[in-house]
């Protein structure tokens, strides 16, 4: 992977975790945001990346918008289950 390459899809992790960070709706997004991640880390690993920053930060996002998602879901489930 070459360097533009690695910079824009971090960039792409990015405004995919972005948009991850919707409960349900940002589902599908936070896993590409995470395809990203994990595409760059593996292909550019060892290598300086300028947007390296994006990439962690567009993977936090989708963590949280996943973890959020996950949660609402549970509790949703639970409310079903004692109501």
């Given amino acids: 992977m070459d360097l533009i390459t690695a910079i824009r899809r971090s960039l792409a992790a990015f405004v995919w ?5 919707l409960p349900v709706i940002g589902l599908l997004p936070a ?5 990203h ?23 936090a996002c989708a963590l949280f918008g996943l973890l ?4 609402l879901v549970v509790v949703i489930a639970f409310s079903i289950a004692m109501g």
């Fill in 37 to 59: 991640w994990r595409a760059v880390r593996s292909a550019y690993r060892g290598q300086w990346n300028p947007a390296s920053g994006y990439l962690r930060a567009g993977a």
């Fill in 17 to 21: 975790g972005i948009i991850g960070t």
């Fill in 31 to 35: 896993i590409c945001a995470l395809g």
């Fill in 68 to 71: 959020s998602t996950f949660l």
